[in-house]
């Protein structure tokens, strides 16, 4: 909390306009008061969190992996309204750390994506299963996404599926 303070007390500043302080006219104060900080404390404290998001930084790229995918989009072809329709997107581990898949979203209801529990080890390779069920309203050309969030850079990467309801 008292990093965010720090921070917030950098950010928001306002113009001194009390002549009768040491300040010079037009002089850029804190909004917040830094307590009994000095600037060198204050300045000090930044570089402490700049050096500790560093180390966080660099941390988190010693985690990261690549995958690569079988495909980056699937078509259904003709389809049917409340149809069950499914396919599965092959991810592989390109990377030397094992691939965490945190998160697999999909862009409606009607497609279901399901992720990969344990992490996949460098070279090995794991399914997304996409279900699509397609509700009555629906016709013509349906274009979904599935969005997979992961320990690679970059973190997220967009798949997608087509079908043309008839």
Do not use: W
Request: proline share 5%; aromatic share 4%; hydrophobic share 35%.
């Amino acid at each position: 909390m008292n990093k965010i303070t720090v921070i917030i007390g950098l950010l928001v500043i306002t113009y001194s306009c009390d002549s009768g302080s040491n300040k010079k006219s037009g002089e850029v104060v804190s909004a917040l008061a830094a307590g009994d900080q000095t600037d060198e404390e204050i300045k000090a404290e930044i570089q402490r969190i700049e050096k500790e998001e560093l180390e966080r930084l660099e941390q988190e790229k010693l985690n990261v992996t690549s995958m690569t995918f079988d495909k980056m989009e699937h078509d259904f072809g003709d389809v049917k309204p409340e149809s069950d329709n499914q396919t599965y997107f092959l991810v592989t581990n390109t990377g030397n750390k094992p691939l965490i898949i945190s998160d697999v979203t999909a862009s409606c209801g009607c497609t279901t994506p399901e992720k990969p529990e344990k992490p996949i080890l460098p070279g090995k390779s794991d399914k997304i299963l996409v279900g699509f069920h397609p509700k009555p309203e629906m016709k013509n050309e349906i274009r979904k996404t599935v969005t997979v969030t992961a320990n690679t850079e970059p973190k997220v990467v967009t798949l997608e599926i087509r079908a043309f309801v008839k």
